[in-house]
Nanobody, 125 residues
């Protein structure tokens, strides 16, 4: 059975860092692209980043470029999201999701097949 489990969230002060993990089970990660999304209270879920399968590159929302880095360790079936210089507006529940193929249309939720349950990130002083 296929599962995605996020971890690594927490409370951090503005300017701080967190590293989120998305551990996949039930499928071979290197054949799929993994996206990260977030949802702030009262707002729609938005795409944050995508790590493409087969060396197809990484993609970021403009709001996180230069601060967030996505990476994947296929041997561990895990995708990471390193988040630096965090801001209060980065607060939200962060989800990872799996899609077939590359990161084409990666910020659209309906191209993903499976989702994790999310991990809470709170940036506050």
């Amino acid at each position: 059975q296929l599962h995605l489990v996020e971890s690594g969230g927490g409370l951090v002060q503005p300017g701080g860092s967190l590293r989120l993990s998305c551990v996949a089970s039930g499928f071979t990660l290197d054949n799929y692209s993994i996206g990260w999304f977030r949802q702030a209270p009262g707002k729609a879920r938005e795409g944050v980043s995508c790590a493409s399968s087969s060396g197809g590159g990484a993609f970021y929302a403009d709001s996180v470029k230069g601060r967030f880095t996505i990476s994947r360790d296929n041997a561990k079936n895990t995708v990471y999201l390193q988040m630096n210089s965090l801001r209060p507006e980065d607060t939200g529940v962060y989800y990872c999701a799996q899609k077939t193929g590359f990161c084409r249309r990666w910020s659209q939720q309906n191209v993903y097949d499976y989702w994790g349950r999310g991990t809470q990130v709170t940036v506050s002083s």
